[in-house]
């Protein structure tokens, strides 16, 4: 079989911008491996993550743990697609320390979405209820005042996604 380049595949954009989708997506090729932030969150945290502060907390203990993990599936020649949010420039810090400790080029899709789309989709996404996590408005105007677009100097193939 022959070997490839490993890839690790980051994403960013606002909440129910499509992340997840692109993200399984990516993973469907051989030699993938798919991890997924919100998968470990709810099963090693279930019910505890209510205010920004707790997922902070724990997504940034869930970070300590599989970052390593990462560095040594792309040392195999894995293809890594993280479905973690790198929506703040701290988040994309550690993404980009992963791929420097493997020796990799991150690439970092961006789903520029609108928020009137997000929105949108989110209160569809609650509706079902078959997301580990529920989200209301005013969260969604919370978390998105933190969000900040990823900039051409910050060292990512950067693969731009415009859904105006």
């Known amino acids: 079989m022959p070997r490839h380049e490993p890839i690790l595949h980051l994403v960013c954009g606002k909440i129910a911008a499509g992340k997840s ?3 399984n997506h990516l993973a469907s090729g051989p030699g993938t491996v798919l991890i997924s932030e919100d998968f470990w969150l709810t099963r090693i945290f279930p019910g505890t993550i209510s205010t920004l502060e707790d997922y902070v907390r724990c997504s940034n203990r869930i970070k300590d743990a599989l970052g390593p993990h990462v560095v040594d599936l792309l040392g195999a020649g894995l293809t890594v697609v993280l479905d973690f949010p790198g929506n703040t420039l701290d988040q994309r810090k550690w993404m980009r320390g992963i ?3 493997a020796g990799v080029t991150p ?4 789903l520029k979405v609108p928020d009137n789309i997000c929105k949108s989709r989110l209160r569809e996404r609650n509706k079902t209820g078959n997301h580990g996590f529920t989200v209301s408005n005013d969260q969604f105007d919370l978390i998105t005042r933190y969000f ?3 900039a051409s100097d910050e060292g990512f193939d950067l693969v731009l996604y415009d859904d105006h």
């Open 107 to 110: 690439r970092l899709h961006f």
């Open 21 to 23: 989708t692109l993200c």
């Open 148 to 150: 900040e677009p990823p």
């Open 99 to 101: 791929s420097d400790a």
